[in-house]
């Protein structure tokens, strides 16, 4: 509570229901908005440097780390490029994964233990690697799905 109490008073939007674990790194709160119900595990990093929004009942592992900022390689001046994350609701984001800037994880969808994204992620998909591939199709995920979303 104590946490969540925190960073709404620097900002974030947080719903009700919502458990930040310890050693969260939160960059900038006034760039997160979170859902209901949502679990976020011990040593998460969330670099804020564009919005981030979380949706409602979902996990975020310990030591994962969603990342919305990066720099040109290519360019002499390395610049810095920024993009938002989204996590659909009813999502998991499993232990040490790593979302990088301008992805979407869809709804319901599931992202593997130590998978690194920097693809969106569609409705209901299991993802899973480096780079993360999607292993299930959404139609084989469906009862699965439909009970992480609170469906019967």
């Not at 229901?17 to 679990?39: C, K, Q, T």
């Not at 989204?86 to 979302?99: E, L, P």
């Not at 869809?106 to 994204?117: E, F, M, Q, R």
């Amino acid at each position: 509570m104590w946490r969540v109490f925190l960073l709404r008073q620097f900002g974030a939007r947080i719903g009700a229901g919502v458990v930040i674990r310890e050693n969260g790194n939160i960059s900038f709160p006034w760039r997160l908005a979170i859902g209901d119900h949502v679990w976020i595990g011990e040593d998460v990093g969330i670099l804020s440097l564009a919005q981030v929004t979380i949706g409602s009942n979902v996990c975020i592992s310990q030591r994962a780390y969603l990342c919305t900022g990066s720099h040109d390689f290519r360019r002499e001046d390395f610049k810095l490029k920024v993009a938002p994350i989204t996590v659909g609701d009813g999502s998991w984001i499993a232990a040490a994964s790593f979302i990088a800037p301008g992805v979407e994880i869809g709804p319901g969808a599931v992202v593997s233990a130590g998978s690194v994204v920097f693809n969106n992620v569609r409705a209901g998909a299991f993802v899973r690697g480096n780079p993360a591939v999607e292993v299930e199709a959404r139609s084989q995920r469906s009862d699965l799905t439909s009970s992480l979303m609170g469906g019967s």
